[in-house]
């Protein structure tokens, strides 16, 4: 049943077969935590104890306790193993992404525990995300997220969030894809974000925006003059239909992300798309990433993004509005969330989205 290491996993059939049970959801989460059986994270040591009420191995060399989920973005958690293991199986097979309300349902849990699994999940993308560059030849353009009216760019494009996307192209087609939230679309940012997604040496196409002139002095840069911004998509075909996809997905699917949260649904979909040719890998692949993956939420561990707030006031920005559930959400995660507001997130949600 394996290739490449991995899993196949047939659709919604062969899923609920090979994963019936919670146990079968522990067996599987073991094999893929410890290959070649327990090992202490603290000492390395293998001989151990399991202490069946309280679901922990403890090592006999250090004592040290460890629970299966330690270490994983599925860390402390509450929710049974088989709610995340199907979270992860729709946000990796679900090709324009899963919204959190359908999950929430299809899996029979509440929107708030969806909403914290899926960002937790999308943290482990991130991360994962990052330890890829792009290399060979890379078509690279930034974009601006947000809002209706084109925008002028260089000059800040006012309510929109730049972001620098990044796709390399196999023979005819694209390969492998990276998005990267940006400050501004300066000379030093559009640098310092390249450096992050792009291996040295590569060759890099993009249009003939000047700042791209010092920000990829590092690279082999060959620029496609574009006279026509209605013809930019035939020059750089494949970062173009990216930008569209992702922008589609957020409107579509996500209906909308806060500033704040963007980088984690941009790492989503970059997830998705740079293995898209995996299938029935898919759940297993994101299932090794969320073992890797620790377990903060996106945007703990980075620098402040106060400057891509639009209005001063709400910190509402056209098209990539803050929604009051996800506030709220932010709130609670910081341990500060009291029951004054007398409304539960589900209920705000429902309200938001004239639900009943
Ligand atoms: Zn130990």
């Known amino acids: 049943m394996r290739s490449g290491g991995y899993e196949q996993i047939k659709g919604f059939l062969g899923f609920t077969k090979r994963f019936p049970d919670e146990q079968s959801c522990r067996d599987f989460l073991f094999e893929r935590r410890w290959p070649n059986g327990f090992a202490c994270p603290a000492c390395g040591g293998v001989e151990h104890y399991f202490i069946r009420t309280r679901e922990l191995f403890e090592c006999k060399y250090c004592k040290r306790q460890t629970s299966l989920t330690a270490g994983t973005v599925m860390e402390k958690t509450r929710t049974s193993l088989k709610a995340w293991f199907w979270m992860m199986f729709l946000m990796a097979n679900m090709k324009t992404g899963v919204s959190v309300l359908g999950a929430a349902r299809l899996i029979g849990i509440s929107?708030?525990?969806?909403?914290?699994?899926?960002?937790?999940?999308?943290?482990?993308?991130?991360?994962?995300?990052?330890?890829?560059?792009?290399?060979?030849?890379?078509?690279?353009?930034?974009?601006?997220?947000?809002?209706?009216?084109?925008?002028?760019?260089?000059?800040?494009?006012?309510?929109?969030?730049p972001v620098l996307v990044g796709v390399t192209i196999r023979g005819k087609g694209p390969g492998v894809a990276a998005m990267r939230v940006l400050d501004s679309v300066s000379a030093a940012e559009l640098k310092r974000a390249s450096e992050e997604m792009i291996k040295p040496g590569s060759t890099v196409m993009t249009d003939g925006?000047?700042?791209?002139?010092?920000?990829?002095?590092?690279?082999?840069?060959?620029?496609?003059?574009?006279?026509?911004?209605?013809?930019?998509?035939?020059k750089l075909p494949w970062v173009h239909i990216m930008i569209a996809n992702a922008k589609g997905t957020i409107r579509g699917v996500h209906h909308g992300v806060t500033p704040k949260n963007l980088q984690g649904y941009l790492s989503e979909f970059c997830w998705r798309f740079s293995r898209r040719n995996f299938n029935g890998e898919l759940f297993d692949r994101l299932l090794y990433t969320c073992i890797r993956g620790k377990p903060h939420l996106v945007g703990t561990r980075r620098r402040s993004r106060s400057t891509l707030t639009?209005?001063?006031?709400?910190?509402?920005?056209?098209?990539?509005?803050?929604?009051?559930?996800?506030?709220?959400?932010?709130?609670?995660?910081?341990g500060i969330y009291g029951a004054s507001r007398g409304r539960s997130i589900d209920e705000v949600f429902r309200m938001r989205h004239r639900l009943q």
């Open 310 to 334: 639009g209005d001063r006031e709400t910190g509402a920005v056209p098209g990539v509005y803050r929604c009051y559930n996800m506030n709220m959400l932010a709130v609670q995660a910081k």
């Open 111 to 161: 929107y708030k525990r969806a909403w914290f699994m899926a960002q937790k999940v999308r943290s482990a993308m991130a991360e994962r995300d990052e330890d890829y560059l792009l290399d060979g030849i890379v078509e690279l353009d930034e974009s601006y997220f947000g809002g209706k009216r084109p925008g002028k760019r260089g000059r800040g494009a006012a309510g929109k969030v």
């Open 209 to 234: 925006f000047l700042a791209y002139n010092p920000a990829l002095s590092g690279y082999t840069h060959k620029t496609k003059v574009i006279h026509d911004p209605k013809n930019a998509s035939s």
